[in-house]
């Protein structure tokens, strides 16, 4: 019975640890993570001949998330965007939700045709007429 005492005190000792070290960052005070913002729905609109837009809605992040850059790229009749954002490992911050919604110029002309629009993984086909 004496021996069972003195196993838990230990087993707590052991489990406090080991959570403390699961807590712990071991990033540096300016690391950033860069990575693509999460995409929930993509809209084409298609405007004066031969142009057109994507509204893009999706979540930046955290409060500690800021929106880094939003490049496009064009091959044929697929175009892609990538939308990053860019956040300190080792932050502290709030957990409100920062949304994205915005209309994006899709550079270059759209005469008639079947196109893929992709961003962030996220991938839709329109027809221009």
């Given at each position: 019975?004496?021996?069972?005492?003195r196993v838990v005190p230990i087993l707590c000792l052991v489990a406090g640890l080991?959570?403390?070290?699961?807590?712990?960052?071991?990033?540096?005070?300016?690391?950033?993570?860069?990575?693509?913002?999460?995409?929930?729905?993509v809209t084409v609109l298609l405007l004066a001949p031969a142009e057109a837009s994507?509204?893009?809605?999706?979540?930046?992040?955290?409060?500690?998330?800021?929106?880094?850059?939003?490049?496009?790229?064009?091959?044929?009749?697929?175009?892609?965007?990538?939308?990053?954002?860019?956040?300190?490992?080792?932050?502290?911050?709030?957990?409100?939700?920062?949304?994205?919604?915005?209309?994006?110029?899709?550079?270059?002309?759209?005469?008639?045709?079947?196109?893929?629009?992709?961003?962030?993984g996220v991938a839709i086909t329109f027809d221009t007429v």
């Open positions: 019975m004496g021996s069972s005492r080991v959570t403390t070290a699961a807590c712990t960052n071991p990033a540096g005070p300016d690391e950033v993570r860069i990575d693509p913002i999460q995409i929930d729905t994507a509204r893009v809605r999706g979540a930046i992040g955290d409060g500690c998330s800021t929106l880094k850059s939003v490049t496009q790229s064009r091959s044929g009749n697929a175009v892609t965007v990538t939308i990053l954002r860019e956040r300190r490992l080792n932050a502290v911050c709030t957990q409100q939700l920062l949304l994205y919604d915005e209309t994006i110029r899709l550079e270059g002309t759209y005469p008639a045709g079947r196109y893929t629009l992709n961003v962030n």
